[in-house]
């Protein structure tokens, strides 16, 4: 397991993570059925008052336990050069499920060093499921160990995928998604990268898929993948980054089935 600096507390990299985590996630399910501040930043794009709210306290959590580090975060830090040790922070993955009442999203905290994540946190309040991986170290849900599916045959794996908020892009999911249809078990659009990233980490999904991504959707998922035995892939077939927009995360035998059927 990779050896990361302590905090100024003593506290070790993945305690502070998860407890950034588990804080957002408390936010987002104290005020899951209250009103909430919507703003429009695109066409289907939300921001609520509650996901600032959530990220506020990430930030200033992080800031008091690594005062050195740098963050990069969706709602107001979205431009940071990951350089050094960078934590990549989600408040809210999932907000569109969040604002219409859809009991499915998360908090995401990863920490990279030099560009390559060394730690990531997925943290779903609604159920409680902490999923945390840390480079080396293997993948747990809720410290139980987890591995992706060893299903081989995609007539008996489950895939997920979700549009974006990209017309052309959501328009090649969906005619991917048209391909795939009657060759594998099911087909499921999620709402949330970050938690069908960390679904296929724990076998749920056995593929998953998407066109239209930022870092902090998927630091975390792309390195709970790695660490429970999977592979995360870009659109050119290289390995995926943090920074990667487009990826494929499977095992390497459905990955080589959807490569084959979605011609991509």
């Known amino acids: 397991m990779e050896i990361l600096p302590l905090a100024v507390n003593g506290n070790n990299a993945m305690d502070v993570a998860v407890r950034a985590a588990k804080g957002a996630g408390e936010i987002l399910l104290k005020?899951?059925?209250?009103?909430?501040?919507?703003?429009?930043?695109?066409?289907?794009?939300?921001?609520?008052?509650?996901d600032k709210a959530?990220?506020?306290?990430?930030?200033?959590?992080?800031?008091?336990?690594?005062?050195?580090?740098s963050v990069l975060s969706e709602?107001?830090?979205?431009?940071?050069?990951?350089?050094?040790?960078?934590?990549?922070?989600?408040?809210l993955d999932g907000t569109n499920n969040y604002v219409f009442g859809i009991p499915f999203f998360c908090a995401?905290?990863?920490?990279?060093h030099n560009g390559a994540i060394v730690l990531g946190v997925t943290y779903d309040p609604i159920r409680d499921e902490l999923f945390t991986a840390q480079k080396n170290g293997g993948a747990y849900l809720?410290?139980?160990?987890?591995?992706?599916?060893?299903?081989?045959?995609?007539?008996?794996?489950?895939?997920?995928?979700?549009?974006?908020?990209?017309?052309?892009?959501?328009?090649?999911?969906?005619?991917?998604?048209?391909?795939?249809?009657?060759?594998?078990?099911c087909l499921r659009a999620m709402g949330s990268a970050a938690l069908g990233l960390a679904y296929v980490a724990a076998g749920r999904f056995?593929?998953?898929?998407?066109?239209?991504?930022?870092p902090w959707d998927i630091a975390s998922g792309t390195l709970l993948i790695a660490e429970a035995g999977g592979r995360v892939i870009d659109w050119e077939g290289k390995p995926a980054l943090y920074s990667s927009q487009a990826l494929i995360a499977s095992n390497e035998s459905l990955i080589r089935s959807f490569l084959k059927l979605a011609d991509v």
């Not at 919507?38 to 794009?45: I, Y």
């Not at 995401?108 to 990279?112: G, T």
């Not at 045959?153 to 995928?161: C, L, Y």
Request: proline letters at 2%.
């Open 31 to 50: 005020h899951f059925d209250t009103q909430k501040t919507v703003t429009h930043k695109s066409h289907g794009n939300l921001v609520t008052d509650v």
């Open 54 to 69: 959530s990220e506020q306290f990430v930030l200033d959590f992080l800031a008091s336990q690594y005062p050195d580090h």
């Open 75 to 91: 709602e107001t830090h979205s431009d940071t050069s990951v350089e050094g040790y960078t934590w990549i922070v989600d408040p």
């Open 108 to 112: 995401n905290v990863a920490l990279a």
């Open 142 to 185: 809720n410290a139980k160990k987890i591995h992706v599916t060893q299903v081989t045959q995609f007539e008996h794996a489950a895939v997920g995928f979700d549009l974006g908020y990209s017309h052309d892009r959501g328009q090649e999911i969906l005619s991917i998604a048209t391909k795939l249809w009657g060759n594998v078990h």
């Open 206 to 214: 056995g593929l998953y898929f998407h066109r239209c991504l930022f």
